[in-house]
């Protein structure tokens, strides 16, 4: 019986080291944040969000790829896989705002987000960008 997904996820999240866990870019507070919060000692849930970021940038990365393919059947693959990574990506990063959400009972504010040293806050709600946009990131701007 082939490996599943879990196993192998479980597996990749076992992999990342403390240093992988230190480069990500946070945004820095902003005025309308309000800190509730930080995960600076949970590594577990920091591999989530940096795994799943990883496997969205890749999909972003093989798309690019993808328009440069040498074939048709070339770029079917490569868009193949770029969709398979961009749904595995969203699905570990919705992990990763369900978690947050849950361990500092945010459930009832529409926008969440973490920021430099791993701090979590919440933000008073920017309704400058249409909620599809927002959503692109987890509700996190």
């Given at each position: 019986?082939?490996?599943?997904?879990?196993?192998?996820?479980?597996?990749?999240?076992?992999?990342?080291?403390?240093?992988?866990?230190?480069?990500?870019?946070?945004?820095?507070?902003?005025?309308?944040?309000?800190?509730?919060?930080?995960?600076?000692?949970?590594?577990?849930?920091?591999?989530?969000?940096?795994?799943?970021?990883?496997?969205i940038?890749?999909?972003?990365?093989?798309?690019?790829?993808?328009?440069?393919?040498?074939?048709?059947?070339?770029?079917?693959?490569?868009?193949?896989?770029?969709q398979?990574?961009?749904d595995?990506?969203?699905?570990?990063?919705?992990?990763?705002?369900?978690?947050?959400?849950?361990?500092?009972?945010?459930?009832?504010?529409?926008?969440?987000?973490?920021?430099?040293?791993?701090?979590?806050?919440w933000?008073?709600?920017?309704?400058?960008?249409?909620?599809?946009?927002?959503?692109?990131?987890?509700?996190?701007?």
């Amino acid at each position: 019986m082939p490996a599943t997904w879990f196993k192998l996820l479980a597996t990749e999240l076992e992999s990342l080291s403390e240093n992988d866990l230190s480069g990500p870019l946070l945004a820095e507070l902003e005025e309308k944040d309000h800190v509730v919060g930080d995960i600076t000692s949970d590594l577990e849930l920091q591999k989530f969000y940096v795994f799943g970021r990883r496997l969205i940038a890749e999909s972003e990365r093989l798309l690019i790829d993808a328009r440069e393919a040498g074939s048709r059947k070339e770029m079917e693959e490569l868009v193949s896989r770029a969709q398979e990574l961009t749904d595995k990506g969203h699905l570990i990063v919705n992990i990763f705002w369900t978690s947050i959400k849950d361990s500092f009972q945010l459930w009832d504010k529409s926008s969440i987000g973490i920021r430099e040293g791993w701090q979590v806050v919440w933000s008073d709600q920017n309704t400058s960008l249409p909620p599809f946009l927002r959503g692109l990131f987890g509700g996190s701007l």
